[in-house]
Every structure is written in structure tokens, then in C-alpha cells.
């Protein structure tokens, strides 16, 4: 940011050119007193600053190039402004990034996370734990109907069902995914992972298998359940009724262990 076309400089400090204040430079203080001065003075005065006066002159002569610079301190100030369509494409970013490599929210804490923001971005405002916590809630609201949506357009679709235990929350969760072609391409996803917190019994797996199934309004377009070879899971998929097979991977699986 070239500050010298909106602030004369002098051995004390700097004259806005847009008002005439004079504004004392302060030892180590960099830039940031002349940033404030121009948001809190002249944020309706954007017209009147140098290069934006340039560009508009341009325009108004007819000429088919507009004349580029760099951008105004009121532009970099809104571009990151707290409510800009910007701020919430990183934020929506970010918080993809920690999900998807299942990173824990306090990282947007960390001052080695601050300081690489703060070299790539230094104007874009951090999102808070509280406000991460908030964006996953509604961004999986989102995913949840956009998931809807696309499984109207499926004809038929296999489950496959899952139960596990998580060692590092001490979770036991249930999981439900759909297997389906669009536009002759195999479709995979999860619909649903939740916790488990009942007995493992045969009608308590049924019932968490139906719950998902209701929701996304698929009953009938289920072909075929998928499960492991437990007692429990093959009796629940006898009481859903629909034809169901032993998980191939999970019998290899067990072999092995075994």
C-alpha cells in the first residue's frame, strides 16, 4: 500500500490529504494509526481518494482501459470486513479444512495458526471455538438437505451399517451409508453417524437403521442391507426385512485378527 497517495508525509508524522490532520508518528507503530485514521474518518470518502478519483475520470472520458491500481485502504478495510462475502468463504473454508482432517477447533488459537494467517491474510479476522461450533452445526444441516435432494434422484440404494467403538472418546457409534448410481456413476455416502448409546440388540439396530431411512424418505428404494457377521446385526437385518449380506471385508477382517 503505497501510503504516500493518501497521506503527505513529514518529518514529524503525516497530513491526511483528504481532511489536513495531522497525525504524529509514534515509534514502532508501522501503519496502523494511519489505517485507523482513514476507517473511523473517512469511511464514506472512498470517491475521494486519489486512485478511485483517477479511475472514475477514466471512465468518464469514454476510453475502453480503465486505469488499475493499487487498492484503497477503504477498499482493503471491506474487503474483510467482518460481514464480507469473503470472511465467510474462508471461514466456511477453514472450518472444511479442520473437519475434513479431523483437526481440533482450539488450532484457530495456536500462535504458530495466528501467525501463518497473519503472513497470508492479515486482515482476515479469525473465527472463534464458539463460532466454529456454530458454522458445523449449520453447515451440517446443509449437507444433511443437500443430501436429501440428491437421493430423490436415486432409483435404488444399498445400505451398508457399521458398529464401533471409539477408544479416544470411549463412543460407541452407528453408522449408515448409501450406495446408489447417478448419472451411471456408484454414489457413496454417509448418512448417517451417531452415537449408540442403547444395547446392542437386534431391534435397537433396526430401529436406528429405520430412523436414518425415514428421514431421507428412501424406504422404498432400499434394495439390500450390508452388515458384519454378528448375531445381532443379522438378526436386525432380518427384521427390516429386505435381503442382507455379510460385510466380505469385515469376515477377512476378523480371520485376521483371528
Known amino acids: 500500500m ?9 518529518v514529524d508524522g503525516y497530513n491526511c490529504i ?6 504524529k508518528k509514534q515509534k514502532n507503530s508501522g501503519t496502523s494509526n494511519l489505517i485507523y485514521h482513514i476507517e473511523s474518518k473517512h469511511k464514506n ?34 474487503k474483510w470486513s467482518p460481514n464480507s462475502s469473503l470472511v465467510e468463504k474462508s471461514h466456511k473454508a477453514l472450518l472444511q479444512w479442520l473437519l475434513h482432517d479431523s483437526r481440533p477447533f482450539f488450532t484457530v488459537e495456536c500462535e504458530g495458526f495466528k501467525n501463518f494467517i497473519n503472513v497470508i491474510a492479515p ?14 452445526v449449520e453447515m ?16 435404488w440404494i444399498g ?24 448419472d451411471k456413476l456408484l454414489q457413496t455416502r454417509v448418512l448417517s453417524c451417531i452415537p449408540f448409546e442403547e444395547r446392542h440388540t437386534a ?32 438378526l436386525a437385518g432380518k427384521l427390516y426385512d429386505v435381503p442382507n449380506y455379510d460385510c466380505f471385508a469385515h469376515k ?7
Open 2 to 10: 503505497k501510503y504516500d497517495e493518501f497521506f503527505k508525509k513529514n
Open 18 to 23: 483528504l481532511c489536513g490532520q495531522f497525525i
Open 45 to 78: 470518502d472512498d470517491e475521494r481518494l486519489p486512485m478511485k478519483r483517477k479511475r472514475i475520470e477514466k471512465e468518464t472520458t469514454g476510453s475502453s482501459s480503465i486505469v488499475s491500481g493499487p487498492p484503497s485502504i477503504i477498499e482493503v478495510i471491506q
Open 123 to 136: 486482515k482476515m479476522p479469525l473465527p472463534s471455538r464458539r463460532s466454529l461450533m456454530r458454522m458445523t
Open 140 to 155: 451440517y444441516d446443509d449437507y444433511r438437505n443437500r443430501l436429501k435432494m440428491e437421493l430423490t434422484r436415486a432409483k
Open 159 to 182: 445400505l451398508g451399517s457399521d458398529l464401533w467403538s471409539d477408544d479416544g472418546n470411549k463412543k460407541k457409534l452407528f453408522v449408515l451409508t448409501g450406495h446408489f448410481l447417478n
Open 203 to 234: 431391534v435397537n439396530i433396526e430401529n436406528k437403521i429405520k430412523e436414518t431411512v425415514d428421514f431421507f424418505e428412501i424406504e422404498e428404494k432400499v434394495v439390500s442391507l450390508v452388515r458384519d457377521g454378528g448375531a445381532n446385526m443379522v
Open 252 to 258: 477377512i477382517h476378523v480371520q485376521v485378527k483371528s
